[in-house]
């Protein structure tokens, strides 16, 4: 992989992957009178539920849903500069025009799978997702170098119901400053889970019991496993973990990385099939979960992905609605088994 950095005409970071080192990119400047983003994010606690909100009112100028032709995800070409100068790019990787979060309060970044606006993740090839792989562990390495970042989220929103507002393959990047709420409640529970088994680990154990049960696993590859968890919260949702536990992306081994493009490319496709074929093509949010850095308890988390579509069946969507908002109770109307069953089913149609 060969990795090559450079500003944008307000000063932001842009980064070009390129899958082999000897790719050289001439430096092509950034043609826009951008001016500095003025973006201010304030975290502010709830003292009732504990947990942090990010109040980023400059987001409300957004970009939002331009057609094909306008899209600032694709590479520059005459008469239409990009967030990408480059005529051509592999995977890019930018800090967000709009950010959710600024300075103190933590960074965010653009991921750009591909060059290709009319495509997907699902459409690459092995050796384009190993690449975006490669870009997901070198940011991740980097924000957690930053004295204000605690926890690196890698996720990817896609469809229109998901509520994207940019239709180019692309994914996010965020560093926050504080731990997750949903990360603190899996070590809230990891640690409940060692001391009433004497020091088990609750990942290992959840992923093993999954393995044996085997009706809701969905792939069993060679150092990954991918299943419908017990108590799934989406109508389709799939947790992929390494087969041997690692607390973020820059711990797997070369093995894990290698396999995983095939895993998660099958994944993804298989998503893709499960209303039919004559369906538009599945609306997901694809989500790492890595261990918070800066904190003791990062050793007992297990690095995973966490895949869910919010669509329940052909034209209907899955509505947060009284319950789910409310009170964070979720009702699932599909059965985690029989969304397994699906997922198995449509291998390879």
């Not at 850095?293 to 007992?300: L, S, Y």
């Amino acid at each position: 992989m060969r990795k090559t950095a450079t500003k944008l005409a307000d000063g932001r970071e842009l980064i070009y992957y390129d899958l082999h080192d000897d790719v050289i990119r001439d430096p092509v400047d950034d043609p826009r009178p951008l001016h500095p983003v003025v973006a201010t994010t304030e975290i502010r606690h709830d003292p009732l539920l504990g947990d942090d909100v990010a109040i980023a009112s400059h987001r409300q100028t957004r970009t939002f849903l331009p057609p094909a032709e306008a899209c600032p995800l694709c590479p520059s070409r005459p008469g239409h500069p990009t967030e990408i100068p480059a005529p051509d790019y592999e995977v890019a990787v930018f800090e967000n025009r709009f950010p959710s979060l600024t300075g103190h309060a933590g960074r965010c970044e653009v991921v750009c799978f591909t060059s290709d606006h009319h495509t997907s993740f699902a459409a690459l090839g092995t050796d384009r997702a190993a690449l975006v792989l490669a870009a997901w562990t070198d940011r991740t390495a980097e924000l957690a170098a930053l004295p204000s970042v605690r926890q690196v989220f890698c996720f990817e929103n896609r469809g229109e119901e998901i509520g994207v507002t940019l239709g180019h393959p692309h994914g996010q990047i965020y560093a926050y400053p504080f731990v997750t709420p949903r990360t603190e409640r899996m070590l809230a529970s990891a640690a409940a889970h060692a001391a009433r088994t004497g020091g088990r680990n609750l990942f290992e154990d959840t992923v093993a019991a999954e393995r044996e049960d085997g009706r809701r696993v969905v792939l069993a590859a060679e150092h990954w496993t991918a299943f419908v968890p017990y108590a799934a919260h989406w109508p389709y949702e799939v947790h992929l973990y390494p087969r041997r536990r690692v607390p973020d992306l820059l711990a797997l081994d070369d093995a894990a990385r290698t396999e995983f493009p095939q895993v998660y490319l099958e994944l993804l496709r298989r998503f893709d099939r499960i209303f039919g074929n004559d369906q538009p093509p599945t609306p997901y949010v694809s989500a790492w979960h890595q261990a918070p850095f800066q904190d003791p308890r990062r050793n007992e988390f297990a690095l995973h992905l966490e895949l869910f579509t919010v669509r329940r069946a052909p034209g209907k969507l899955k509505f947060l609605a009284g319950s789910e908002s409310g009170m964070n109770v979720f009702i699932n109307d599909v059965p985690p088994e029989a969304a397994a069953e699906r997922l198995r089913e449509v291998a390879g149609q």
